[in-house]
């Protein structure tokens, strides 16, 4: 089983931007579709992107297209999260998913079974 590692959360002003890394070791990242997920305090776990093994499609949670951008770097073994405009309802705590199956079964609400420990992002004034 792949391991992930989250990297790029912080304090983050309303507004503001920032980008998170997935760093997959472990196996063979162009073995595994990826994704973010998000968990905000007291609330469920949400589907926020995810991506294919190539990197040639993306799938976005409801409404969160525009503001979130999944890439992948397959020479790096890294996936990123990059967010705009960040709002106080953002704030959470965001993990990386791998699995090998196709992205889309994730967006469809099937995760993989390797997760990353998870990094905070919080967004406030």
């Known amino acids: 089983q792949v391991q992930l590692v989250e990297s790029g959360g912080g304090l983050v002003h309303p507004g503001g931007a920032v980008r998170l890394s997935c760093e997959v070791s472990?196996?063979?990242?162009?073995?595994?579709?990826m994704a973010w997920f998000r968990q905000a305090p007291g609330k469920e776990r949400e589907f926020v992107a995810a991506?294919?093994?190539?990197?040639?499609?993306?799938y976005y949670g409801r409404s969160l297209r525009g503001r979130f951008t999944i890439a992948r770097n397959n020479d790096l073994n890294t996936m990123y999260l990059h967010i705009i405009n960040l709002q106080p309802e953002d704030t959470a705590v965001y993990y990386c998913?791998?699995?090998?199956?196709?992205?889309?079964?994730?967006?469809?609400?099937?995760?993989?079974?390797?997760w990353g420990q998870g990094t905070q992002v919080t967004v406030s004034s």
């Open positions: 998913n791998a699995d090998p199956g196709p992205a889309l079964q994730i967006a469809g609400g099937r995760p993989g079974g390797s």
């Open positions: 472990g196996g063979t990242f162009t073995d595994y579709a």
């Open positions: 991506v294919d093994h190539g990197g040639g499609s993306t």
